[in-house]
């Protein structure tokens, strides 16, 4: 069964609103989770790291103030695309470390449209 | 830099059609190599991966075997089902302080016709 759940599936809103995206570990405590965007037809695109108990470590080019991440549990990453945009619509995945550096496993994907 | 490079999609096959989805790569160090899968509505799914050089990774009927000659890693298998119809994306990692860092490819769509 799944191992990381996210939460919405789907999500459309307004521009100028912000809209949080849960990811959950389902199995095991996550010190580590990761947060990537995928744009149609184009691959994922690592955003940040999340550290539970600390900040998260973004990628080069990603706005961390308009991408805020929190990692407040061993079970739960969110993510908040603050005054989204129509350009910020896309496919965001998470993902948790598995038992060991070289495994990660996927939640399904939460699909953004901002309007 | 690191980066993954797979061929494009669809690829449309007929059912017990031989199926190859050519994936090559550039790396600084030595990276680990895997295939996901995505079925529709899920997340992705490792199928395979391989560890070092000569490796080959293997499940489901799929195959892959990390050729560092040619920075390869091509997915193969002998005889698709309807069922294998999904996305399949290539990656690799590198170690980088206690995690790895993944590197995916663009995704190659593959339609089975019964």
């Known amino acids: 069964g799944a191992v990381v759940s996210q939460h919405p599936s789907r999500v459309i809103c307004k521009s100028g609103t912000s809209v949080k995206i849960e990811c959950r570990s389902l199995d095991f405590q996550a010190t580590t989770m990761f947060w990537y965007r995928q744009f149609p037809k184009q691959s994922l695109m690592l955003m940040a790291t999340?550290?539970?108990?600390?900040?998260?470590?973004?990628e080069q080019g990603v706005e961390k103030d308009k991408f805020l991440i929190n990692h407040a549990s061993l079970t739960l990453s969110t993510l908040t695309v603050t005054s989204a945009h129509p350009e910020d619509s896309s496919f965001y995945i998470c993902?948790?470390?598995?038992?060991?550096?070289?495994?990660?496993?996927f939640g399904p994907g939460t699909r953004l449209t901002v309007l | 830099g690191n980066s993954v490079t797979q061929m494009e999609g669809p690829v449309t096959l007929s059912e017990e059609a031989f199926l190859t989805i050519n994936c090559t790569y550039t790396?600084?160090?030595?990276?680990?190599l895997f295939w996901y899968v995505q079925y529709p509505g899920e997340g992705l799914q490792l199928l395979l991966k391989a560890t070092k050089a000569d490796d080959k990774g293997s499940n489901k009927g799929f195959e892959a075997t990390y050729r560092k000659e040619t920075t390869s890693f091509h997915l193969e298998k002998g005889s698709v089902q309807v069922s294998d119809s999904a996305v399949y994306f290539c990656?690799?990692?590198?170690?980088?302080?206690?995690?790895?860092?993944?590197?995916f490819g663009s995704g190659t769509k593959l339609n089975v016709k019964p």
């Open positions: 999340s550290n539970e108990g600390s900040k998260a470590t973004y």
């Open positions: 990656a690799l990692s590198e170690p980088l302080y206690n995690f790895n860092k993944f590197y």
């Open positions: 993902s948790r470390q598995g038992s060991s550096y070289n495994e990660q496993f």
């Open positions: 790396a600084t160090g030595y990276p680990s």
